[in-house]
């Protein structure tokens, strides 16, 4: 089992910065896909930022590419989230993700092993 723990969040107004932390400790495989997911109410969760944490590729949704940067300490234990350029439409209820990297890559799509953290709350007003 892998313990996640988030900190970061908060509100900002457009055009702001905020950067999450999520730190996984426990039964973690070399190589895992780490990273981030959004919900919002009435919506289903979308994959935002994901690391693979043994190469390092990285993998974002549309909407955030140029904005948000994903990356990892060395210990490939924590990720990191580093959100520029806030826009009122990334107000979400952000969730840390990670699962293990067994064959192929990791996409931005949760697998069925995914083990979630708390979740952090995110506000961008305009």
């Known amino acids: 089992q892998v313990q996640l723990v988030e900190s970061g969040g908060g509100s900002v107004q457009a055009g702001g910065s905020l950067r999450l932390s999520c730190a996984a400790s426990?039964?973690?495989?070399?190589?895992?896909?780490m990273g981030w997911f959004r919900q919002t109410p009435g919506k289903e969760r979308e994959g935002v930022a994901i690391?693979?944490?043994?190469?390092?590729?990285?993998y974002y949704r549309d909407s955030v590419k140029g904005r948000f940067t994903i990356s990892r300490d060395n210990a490939k234990t924590t990720a990191y989230l580093q959100m520029n350029s806030l826009k009122p439409e990334d107000s979400a209820m952000y969730y840390c993700?990670?699962?293990?990297?067994?064959?192929?890559?990791?996409?931005?799509?949760?697998?069925?092993?995914?083990?979630w953290g708390q979740g952090t709350q995110v506000t961008v007003s305009s």
């Open positions: 993700a990670v699962w293990p990297l067994l064959v192929g890559f990791c996409g931005l799509t949760p697998k069925p092993n995914t083990n």
């Open positions: 426990g039964s973690t495989y070399r190589s895992n896909c």
């Open positions: 690391i693979s944490t043994y190469s390092g590729n990285t």
